[in-house]
């Protein structure tokens, strides 16, 4: 019902910048929270992001100050502006969406493709 395209990763020099953004699209009656998660070869995967439909923000200890989560309801768009990159940053990154179907009241999830983010040193 909701399909999830990610883009904005790429490889980037320690201490650089990328811009993730994840849009969704089909049926639904609204977006409730969305995520971002990361998983590195050999580890499993791990949440880095969440933002509430208020627009609360929380971040795992390993990203705080240097990674902000935001969302653009009207454009269903999730975003996921990432600084001063670290190659322990690098992995293929996900987000996630719940989200309520028409004439429901039962939270669905859907997840995107990813999009891997490779950090030089």
């Known amino acids: 019902q909701v399909q999830l395209v990610e883009s904005g990763g790429g490889l980037v020099q320690a201490g650089g910048s990328l811009r993730l953004s994840c849009a969704a699209s089909?049926?639904?009656?609204?977006?409730?929270?969305m995520d971002w998660y990361r998983q590195a070869p050999g580890n499993q995967r791990e949440l880095v992001a969440t933002?509430?439909?208020?627009?609360?923000?929380n971040y795992a200890d390993s990203v705080k100050g240097r990674f902000t989560i935001s969302r653009d309801n009207a454009k269903n768009t999730v975003y996921l502006q990432m600084n001063s990159l670290k190659p322990d940053d690098t992995a293929v990154y996900y987000c996630?969406?719940?989200?309520?179907?028409?004439?429901?009241?039962?939270?669905?999830?859907?997840w995107g493709q990813g999009t891997q983010v490779t950090v030089s040193s």
């Open positions: 933002i509430t439909t208020g627009g609360s923000t």
């Open positions: 089909g049926r639904f009656s609204r977006i409730n929270d």
């Open positions: 996630k969406v719940t989200y309520y179907k028409f004439s429901s009241s039962y939270l669905f999830d859907a």
